[in-house]
């Protein structure tokens, strides 16, 4: 079973990887100024590219175009990047790392940058890993960066000294004030805005409203959410209780079982890499019980020992799918699966009873299935544990199992 459970995570993996098709309807902007129409792999990108793959028909071959050969690019049903070579701060943002210079230090680089708002005062954003930076231009002001930084300060106290306070220079809503008034815009509408998305988009929609201009706002992708009801048939493998110090009470309760289990999945899928990645959570009851005759070879008569084992399961992990088509994706699973006892234990009933209760633990799950609409199948491995780990050193049950999970998406 083992086997065949690997073998079947490898040819997901295998065809999911090499069924995609991301190439989507767009366009380039090359180095000559022509605008070349085209299909671009949309990689739905978390951090700003420094090239894009592309084909100029859907059977040509892939090439590749780097910043220096592109000005701007953008996919149809998409988001727009402009290349430029703008003055950024660099500073980090992590605490442990923060500057202890209040103004900005800025480098020289050649970006693309994305389009958040376009109009006669344009809103731009850059993000690497550890960097977020926002950018504007207008007809008279070059792109810009709008500043904000986080520092460290020293600061007196009565007699005491504080060092390694943070402060924030928000020379961002100056930058504004002086470059983009509007009479209908009070001062207000400077001195509480913060360094976000949401804040400067608005703003930025605003300004361009209020000096009636024309203007257009890219549209962020919403955090999407499903909740499925996942009923299934656990397999376990063939359980069985071993003395560690000898075999008098070794006992094998069954050669393999299928038992029931319910769950109800929360996926919150996030708005990247067009909706590949997401994080799940799934509660799930699951019951297992047991019982065998045995000779002990400690007793004339025969002893009989029970397994009761009741227990709720929380995996939480994260998702990786591959899309197929509309309605069809292949998709694989990694989660820390955390399992709570519900009074589960392993009895010994002689003339001397034993009682272990089985322990609450940590450990991981993978698994993988395909999608179609609303329905899904799913293949999921939960290797051996000891349930007995906390409770004795002189027993050990080991215990793992495969899952055959059947789902529906409720909404």
């Known amino acids: 079973m083992k086997k065949t459970s690997l073998l079947f995570f490898i040819i997901l993996f295998t065809t ?12 380039f902007i090359n180095e000559k100024g022509d605008k070349i129409e085209c299909l671009i792999y949309d990689k739905d990108w978390k951090y700003n590219p420094t090239s894009i793959e592309y084909k100029l028909s859907e059977n040509s071959k892939i090439q590749e175009a780097s910043i220096d050969r592109i000005q701007e690019f953008g996919i149809y049903s998409g988001e727009t990047f402009v290349r430029s070579t703008v003055k950024m701060d660099r500073s980090s943002t992590k605490i442990i790392n923060l500057s202890d210079n209040r ?22 954003s850059y993000q690497e890993e550890g960097l977020f930076r926002y950018l504007y231009d207008t007809d008279t002001i070059d792109i810009t960066q709008l500043i904000y930084k986080k520092y460290l300060y020293s600061a007196i106290d009565g007699i005491y000294r504080k060092d390694n306070q943070i402060g924030e220079n928000n020379q961002f809503r100056q930058q504004l004030y002086t470059t983009l008034k509007c009479e209908e815009m009070s001062r207000r509408d400077y001195e509480n805005l913060n360094y976000t ?22 549209k962020r992708k919403k955090v999407d959410f499903n909740l ?10 063939p359980f069985e209780i071993i003395n560690t110090i000898s075999n008098a009470r070794n006992v094998k309760i069954n050669d393999g079982s299928q038992i029931f289990r319910i769950g109800l999945e929360a996926e ?9 990645w997401s994080i799940i959570v799934e509660p799930t009851y699951r019951t297992f019980s047991g019982a065998k005759d045995y000779d002990s070879q400690l007793t004339v008569t025969s002893d009989r020992v029970e397994v009761d084992y009741t227990s709720l399961e ?15 994706q292949l998709f694989l699973n990694v989660s ?6 519900l009074d589960s234990k392993i009895t010994y009933i002689s003339s001397n009873p034993i009682q272990f209760p089985i322990s609450n633990f940590i450990s991981y799950t993978i698994g993988g299935g395909v999608k ?11 290797p051996p544990r000891n349930l007995l780990f906390s409770s004795t050193i002189y027993y050990q049950a080991d215990y793992s199992n495969f899952s055959l999970i059947v789902g529906y998406t409720l909404f």
């Open 268 to 276: 919150v899928i996030l708005p990247f890499n067009n909706n590949k």
């Open 16 to 27: 999911a990887v090499y069924s995609q098709n991301n190439f989507k309807k767009g366009y």
């Open 103 to 124: 103004n900005p230090e800025f480098k020289e680089n050649t970006l693309f940058l994305k389009i958040l708002v376009n109009g006669k005062a344009s809103l731009y």
């Open 197 to 218: 998305r949401k804040d400067l988009v608005d703003f930025f929609v605003k300004y361009n409203q209020c000096i009636n201009a024309d203007y257009t706002k890219i």
């Open 372 to 382: 179609y609409s609303d329905f899904s199948l799913e293949l999921r491995y939960l």
């Open 314 to 328: 929380l995996p939480v992990g994260v998702r990786h799918s591959f899309f197929l088509g509309k309605n069809t």
């Open 228 to 237: 499925n009801i996942r009923p299934g048939i656990v397999f376990v493998k």
């Open 336 to 341: 820390a699966f955390f399992e709570i006892q």
